[in-house]
């Protein structure tokens, strides 16, 4: 069978991979000119995510480009001392197997892994999917393919061609990201620096290969804002009102964000579809089901969810009419536990008043405090809530591989 990724990110490559493995044929098509590799920002792999990537061979090419960041020092807007913590005793209450790691990194780590055996094509996107497969492009000549897969991300291509407008589906959960490329001008060693106060939170972190840094802005708006996606200008100016007055080294991190060679900004939004397939269409990992940026272990979620899919399909023997019901059953519960804690996650995170940003810092102090045995501990108690990921049980899809490496 042929089926046809668009998407090169995370979720494309780990799907494609799974694929090949279970004997389909795979293309790849990238509206990107070739695999990104400006370092991205960083995400999180957890337990089911990483028992994934151990299965794909791939622990060894992934812990070695882990980010290093081994500590935090956050200052609290309105108190003079910084809260400490080691950043193992905050990952510890989420996940007893984890790697940070930068998403463009982790990226081309997958790619690295498939691109032997998979078509890979850059610099072209779908225009068009018909209902017998015909699939058309903005450069290169229609093709026919069994499935179509949209692994494009949050503001999918195929998912607006085949499901409709992204409005129709998606709930802002009240918060914006911004991330920049910055240099390292505070000589960042394992270490992120930053401060948070109500509404809003900025800090600076960097990764063990990196040459420069990343300048990360989260804040919290009782309204959306009115901006276009692709004015940078406005988003950058809108980052300055947002953060006017607030202290430590944000008026540095703002004009290094001005001159940063790399910016993002983006509404941190969920998607609410209640259903992530369409006749010879499956959508996987953001495209279909992102909980919120920054704030719902998207990544994870990408990765289990592209595994999953490839293993039904091969459990179904290629029928998609069986394999995608399957595939929405297994993969349900997971998504929606991951949108109710990115909910929780955006309020906490960044707390919209001086009551919940100080429960945030005694958090954080309790936490920075405690061994780290008991800060697992106690989480535990809590599974459906920190641990979601902990506590996922993958499915055993090793009887359909076709393909061994």
């Known amino acids: 069978m042929r089926v046809l990724i668009s998407g090169a990110s995370v979720a494309g490559p780990v799907l494609a991979y799974w694929l090949r493995r279970h004997g389909f044929e795979v293309t790849v098509v990238e509206r990107a000119p070739a695999l990104r590799k400006t370092g991205g920002h960083a995400v999180d792999l957890f337990r089911p995510a990483m028992d994934i990537v151990e299965k794909m061979g791939l622990i060894g090419p992934v812990t070695a480009r882990k980010t290093g960041t081994d500590h935090i020092t956050m200052y609290v807007e309105g108190r003079e001392r910084p809260v400490e913590l080691e950043t193992r005793k905050v990952i510890a209450t989420v996940s007893d197997r984890h790697v940070e790691i930068m998403r463009d990194d982790l990226g081309e780590v997958f790619h690295d892994a498939t691109r032997d055996d998979v078509e890979y094509v850059f610099d072209d996107s779908v225009t068009s999917v018909g209902d017998d497969g015909l699939v058309t492009f903005e450069r290169g000549e229609a093709r026919r393919f069994d499935l ?20 129709a589906y998606a709930r802002w959960v009240g918060a914006y990201l911004a991330v920049a490329t910055v240099p390292d001008y505070r000589g960042l060693d394992g270490r992120m620096e930053g401060i948070t106060g109500v509404g809003r939170m900025a800090g600076l972190y960097s990764a063990a290969h990196l040459d420069g840094a990343r300048a990360l802005f989260l804040f919290r708006t009782p309204g959306q804002l009115d901006y276009h996606h692709r004015d940078t200008a406005r988003q950058k100016e809108l980052l300055r009102e947002r953060f006017a007055g607030l202290g430590w080294d944000v ?54 969810g592209a595994y999953v899919l490839a293993g039904e399909l091969a459990a179904a023997g290629g029928d998609h009419t069986r394999a995608f019901p399957a595939y929405e059953a297994a993969m349900g519960d997971y998504v929606r536990r991951s949108r109710s804690f990115a909910l929780n996650a955006a309020k906490r995170l960044v707390p919209g008043t001086t009551l919940g940003l100080g429960l945030l ?14 800060s697992r501990a106690a989480s535990k108690l809590a599974a459906k809530g920190v641990r979601l990921h902990d506590s996922v049980a993958l499915k055993d899809y090793s009887a359909y591989e076709a393909v061994r490496r």
């Open 251 to 304: 008026p540095r991190l703002l004009d290094e964000t001005d001159r940063a060679s790399a910016f993002y900004f983006d509404s941190i939004t969920q998607l609410t579809l209640d259903t992530w397939t369409r006749g010879r269409v499956a959508l996987v990992g953001d495209a279909g089901y992102c909980p919120g940026p920054a704030v719902g272990g998207s990544t994870s979620l990408a990765v289990v």
């Open 361 to 374: 810092a005694g958090t954080a102090w309790l936490i920075g405090r405690l061994p780290s045995g008991l």
């Open 148 to 167: 179509v897969v949209g692994a494009d991300g949050l503001h999918s291509n195929v998912r607006r061609l085949v499901f409709g407008p992204e409005a």
